[in-house]
């Protein structure tokens, strides 16, 4: 049987068990998927599991993305450019970070709708996931993205690896096509983010990374103010459909069966 192992710090909440062991299910596939909480100090045995074969594939999280890296043989292009790894693999022996959040929110922003190509793009927050963003972003072909982070300097030091962004004082408001939650403020539902919407119309995207709760008051005034909204689910789904192609070599299948499962 093959074992596959998503580490973090917290990792109680994660769903990428359920989802990969539904999807072995679903393919007939003899493996079994777990999660382990872990602490920095602890990256190396992880590490010396998969290259002892007692692992076949490791999905990183939170705060755990960038730390890895040292630990690896070679990273993919994607990773690099983001220095975030959220996929690990075996290839000729070697161990392989992969950055698989990037297409997870390309694909997950194909299914709201909006078309991203020429517009502005606002970000809030400049954590872990900031960078997977951006690289899809200017993938898409965005005009322009600003970002607004608490702690300013962490938004300034995006700057070394996407040259073209600009970033403005967290409260600053400026214009937007989109406007991308990013931080971790909504996790709690009484959460709210003091900027000030009312005067927007209702052709903008808001869309929240978070995904539980599922609307988050962000999202909330999104809604209110007539505009699309989008949280997180999606963009978790096809991370994890990317990671399970990469191992399995498998398309796995997304339908309502699956979100249904999910929301359980
Ligand atoms: P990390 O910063 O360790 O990568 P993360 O969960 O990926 O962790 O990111 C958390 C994001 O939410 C950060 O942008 C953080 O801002 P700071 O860099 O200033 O810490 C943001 N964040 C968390 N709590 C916040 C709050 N109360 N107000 C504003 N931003 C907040």
């Given at each position: 049987m093959k074992k596959y192992l998503v580490i973090g710090n917290p990792i109680d909440h994660s769903l990428s068990p359920k989802l990969h062991?539904?999807?072995?299910?679903?393919?007939?596939?003899?493996?079994?998927?777990?999660?382990?909480?872990?602490?920095?100090?602890?990256?190396?045995?992880v590490i010396s599991e998969i290259k002892d074969n007692k692992l076949d594939g490791i999905n990183v999280t939170v705060p755990f993305k960038n730390e890895i890296i040292p630990f690896l043989d070679t990273l993919s292009?994607?990773?690099?450019?983001?220095?975030?790894?959220?996929?690990?693999?075996?290839?000729?022996?070697k161990l392989v970070g992969h950055n698989t959040d990037i297409k997870g929110f390309e694909?997950?922003?194909?299914?709201?709708?909006?078309?991203?190509?020429?517009?502005?793009?606002?970000?809030?927050?400049?954590?872990?996931?900031v960078p997977s963003i951006i690289y899809a972003l200017e993938?898409?072909?965005?005009?322009?993205?600003?970002?607004?982070?608490?702690?300013?300097?962490?938004?300034?030091?995006l700057k070394k690896y996407f040259s073209n962004i600009s970033?403005?004082?967290?409260?600053?408001?400026?214009?937007?096509?989109?406007?991308?939650?990013?931080?971790?403020?909504?996790?709690?539902?009484?959460?709210?983010i003091e900027l000030n919407f009312n005067n927007i119309n209702n052709e903008k995207l808001f869309y929240d990374v978070?995904?539980?709760?599922?609307?988050?008051?962000?999202?909330?005034?999104?809604?209110?103010?007539?505009c699309k909204v989008s949280n997180g689910?999606?963009?978790?789904?096809?991370?994890?459909?990317e990671a399970f192609k990469l191992w399995h070599k498998i398309q796995p299948e997304i339908n309502d069966d699956l979100r249904n499962f999910l929301d359980t």
């Open positions: 062991n539904y999807w072995f299910e679903k393919n007939n596939i003899d493996a079994n998927y777990d999660k382990r909480k872990i602490i920095k100090s602890e990256i190396q045995k292009e994607e990773s690099k450019i983001t220095q975030s790894v959220n996929t690990i693999y075996i290839h000729d022996k694909l997950s922003l194909n299914e709201t709708q909006f078309n991203p190509l020429n517009k502005i793009v606002f970000i809030l927050g400049a954590g872990g996931v993938k898409l072909g965005v005009s322009k993205i600003i970002v607004s982070n608490r702690t300013k300097h962490k938004a300034e030091n970033v403005v004082d967290w409260g600053d408001q400026p214009e937007f096509d989109m406007i991308i939650n990013a931080t971790s403020l909504g996790l709690s539902k009484e959460d709210n978070i995904y539980n709760p599922k609307e988050t008051n962000f999202l909330k005034t999104g809604k209110s103010l007539g689910k999606m963009m978790f789904i096809y991370q994890a459909l």
